[in-house]
């Protein structure tokens, strides 16, 4: 790995850290302002996070390594369009790599057959408990809210975040009809968005 | 199949689409609309940047994982242009190359189909090829050897070695001690010069091994760190 950084940000932040928040941001800004230096920062600081991000959507490896690549040569060209005061710089990334690698999944056949269990809650079996999202008063919130859906909008709704899955995969992995699947993840999410704004 | 719950003719409203857009379930035609919408219409474009921001924390939820060291060079390289070394730093054209049996069989195919025309030069001296190997048999480096230039490219495809270390290249003939080729490079490939000395010792009988060395290499002119790869030579 290539030596000579000279900043360093500190690996991993967590949501509700203020400072590696901080960071992250200086380091965007001074991506945008063609900083190769800080754009290797950045990468040191969020390609494990944003990898693990393209692994759970893509299950072809050098797929995900492909779209990491793509997604850190949009970084370096969209980092002035990042705006401090509408996202925070993590989540700005995480929706790039996502993005990315949601695209990738369409262009190939989705080959995850593990069904999913509605009657369960739905956890990232890597990430541990749950609390990892909650470390934050955003992620706090949201878990709250998840709580309050029925427990097949949940298993669905973070099923389909954490794979990235179309309606038709996650209507054949639970077994449960299209229509039906369409129709409880949009009024899951009508019901997230009133408990979030309450 | 019928139900109080099939409501899905209904087509969704802004918020309903901005919302699946970001939760990602919507099929690859739907996506380039949405996202031609959200070029086009602010408003919408808002709903989708608030729904990131809602749906955003379950991003913590999700483990990081290192990505290769490799990878690294291939993003910069992408980004800022390949310096230097040329077209030798695309990983995915080796990664290509050591794919297996059948890149090795369509590239002795196209030697075979050379060897058959009417000879420009002489001889054709195959290249001489090595995959060097974990031990649990995936690669760490490839490298190819030219005899009658006596040059050997090694290209990483996946070491990973100590910040503080390098890797050292050696060639071991058979019944005969390791003999350093230099130290290498987990995230370039490097040229390597093979000592007069040595070139004849590079047969298909001979290894080449990868071992952890200190900076500037093994002090000794033997390994004194793991063997952490290794492999024997082959004909293309």
Redesign the interface.
């Known amino acids: 790995?290539?030596?000579g950084t000279k900043t360093t940000i500190e690996?991993?932040p967590?949501?509700g850290d203020g400072a590696a928040r901080e960071r992250l941001r200086d380091a965007l800004v001074a991506v945008a302002g063609g900083d190769?230096a800080a754009?290797?920062s950045l990468?040191?600081a969020t390609?494990?996070?944003l990898?693990?991000?393209c692994?759970?959507?893509l299950q072809k490896r050098?797929d995900a390594?492909d779209v990491?690549?793509e997604t850190?040569?949009a970084i370096?060209h969209k980092a002035g369009l990042f705006d401090a005061e509408?996202?925070?710089p993590?989540?700005w990334l995480?929706?790039i790599a996502?993005n990315k690698a949601?695209?990738r999944a369409?262009?190939g056949a989705d080959q995850r057959t593990a069904s999913i269990d509605l009657a369960a809650g739905v956890?990232?079996p890597?990430?541990?408990p749950?609390t990892?999202?909650?470390?934050?008063d955003?992620?706090r919130r949201?878990?709250l809210c998840l709580e309050t859906l029925e427990a097949r909008q949940r298993a669905l709704?973070?099923t389909?975040?954490?794979d990235?899955?179309?309606?038709?995969n996650?209507a054949a992995r639970s077994g449960a009809?299209?229509?039906?699947v369409?129709?409880?993840?949009?009024r899951g999410?009508?019901k997230?968005?009133a408990c979030?704004e309450q | 199949m019928s139900g109080p719950d099939d409501i899905a003719a209904t087509p969704p409203d802004h918020g309903s689409l901005a919302a699946e857009y970001v939760l990602g379930v919507l099929d690859a035609p739907r996506r380039r609309e949405v996202e031609a919408r959200i070029a086009r219409d602010r408003a919408f474009a808002r709903e989708v940047g608030e729904w990131q921001a809602r749906l955003a924390p379950l991003v913590a939820e999700i483990a990081p994982v290192d990505p290769p060291l490799y990878l690294w060079p291939r993003v910069r390289n992408a980004v800022f242009g390949v310096e230097r070394r040329g077209r030798l730093d695309d990983v995915s054209l080796w990664r290509w190359l050591t794919a297996g049996a059948g890149a090795v069989a369509a590239a002795a195919l196209v030697f075979a189909f050379v060897s058959t025309r009417p000879p420009p030069v002489p001889t054709v001296v195959a290249p001489f090829v090595a995959a060097i190997n974990l031990d649990d048999g995936k690669p760490a480096f490839v490298a190819t050897i030219d005899r009658a230039r006596g040059t050997m490219i090694v290209m990483p495809i996946a070491a990973v070695i100590p910040a503080e270390k390098v890797p050292e290249l050696w060639l071991i003939p058979p019944g005969d001690k390791p003999h350093s080729l230099g130290v290498v490079d987990v995230a370039h490939p490097v040229v390597v010069s093979i000592p007069a000395a040595l070139r004849d010792a590079v047969t298909l009988q001979a290894a080449v091994a990868i071992s952890v060395e200190p900076r500037g290499g093994s002090p000794t002119g033997q390994p004194t760190g793991p063997v952490i790869a290794k492999g024997g030579i082959a004909s293309l």
């Open positions: 790995m290539t030596e690996r991993e967590a949501a190769r754009f290797e990468y040191k390609s494990a996070k990898f693990g991000v692994l759970r959507i050098s390594e990491l690549q850190y040569v370096w509408r996202a925070s993590i989540t995480a929706m996502r949601i695209d369409r262009a956890d990232d890597a990430a541990g749950a990892t999202a909650e470390s934050s955003s992620g949201l878990a709704i973070r389909a975040f954490f990235g899955m179309t309606y038709e996650l009809p299209l229509g039906s369409k129709s409880w993840i949009r999410l009508q997230l968005k979030l």
